[in-house]
Antibody, heavy 124, light 110 residues
């Protein structure tokens, strides 16, 4: 079945960097945009950016532009989200999510398949 | 750009209908039909229940419907079931700002 499997929970110190992985299975990895979304405890959803696994093209939300990098490795069907200079308010569950439309020229931003989420706690 | 505006809570009795609003601006909801709604039960992953304003993914019951007027989108849940109790988030494409989410609405089934 179609699924996205993310790496396990992590605890980080302020100022450290984070890498979250998202392994896809059950569909053509390069055919669908991957988005990254985070959710702070008890809060709403916040979009961080998208990557096109086929071309490598990407776009970041303005508030993360200087700290986030999205990459992918098509050989292992995995997308990555790197976030640097972590702060306590980066404590959140980080999700990868697949766009709904296949082989689209641009993302449609309909997040149909979600990873299970990765809890990241930033604390000294 | 600011998040979309949703009421923090909504409620209804089983069998009733409830509508949740999502207000944006002319830069997002008012211009684009790329409006989606997500349902999230406590401790669970968000689930796409409506996309492109009112289209339902396979498996989502037709009790869930969506509409848009001007800068405001709406989700209507008809014939409320106990398991409809969850948080609901709207989202909209916002051009160069990417994707905006609403703050979420906690739906309580009385």
């Amino acid at each position: 079945q179609v699924q996205l499997v993310q790496s396990g929970a992590e605890v980080k110190k302020p100022g450290a960097s984070l890498r979250v992985s998202c392994e896809a299975s059950g569909y053509t990895f390069t055919g669908y945009y991957i988005h990254w979304v985070r959710q702070a405890p008890g809060q709403g959803l916040e979009w961080m950016g998208w990557i096109n696994p086929n071309s490598g093209g990407r776009k970041y939300a303005q508030q993360f532009e200087d700290r986030v990098t999205l990459t992918r490795d098509t050989s292992i069907r995995t997308a990555y989200m790197d976030l640097s200079s972590l702060r306590s308010d980066d404590t959140a569950v980080y999700y990868c999510a697949r766009d709904r439309e296949e082989w689209a020229q641009y993302p449609y931003f309909f997040l149909e398949v979600w990873g299970q989420g990765m809890l990241v706690t930033v604390s000294s | 750009q600011s998040a979309l505006t949703q009421p923090p809570s909504a409620s209804g009795s089983p069998g009733q209908s409830v509508t949740i609003s999502c207000t944006g601006t002319s830069s997002d909801i008012g211009t684009y039909n790329y409006v989606s709604w997500y349902q999230q039960h406590p401790g669970k992953v968000p689930k796409l229940i409506l996309y492109e304003v009112g289209r339902r993914p396979s498996g989502v019951p037709d009790r869930f419907s969506g509409s848009k007027s001007g800068n405001t989108a709406s989700l209507t849940v008809s014939g409320l079931h106990a398991d409809d109790e969850a948080d609901y988030f709207c989202s909209s494409y916002a051009g160069n700002s990417g994707l905006l989410f609403g703050g979420g609405t906690k739906l309580t089934v009385l």
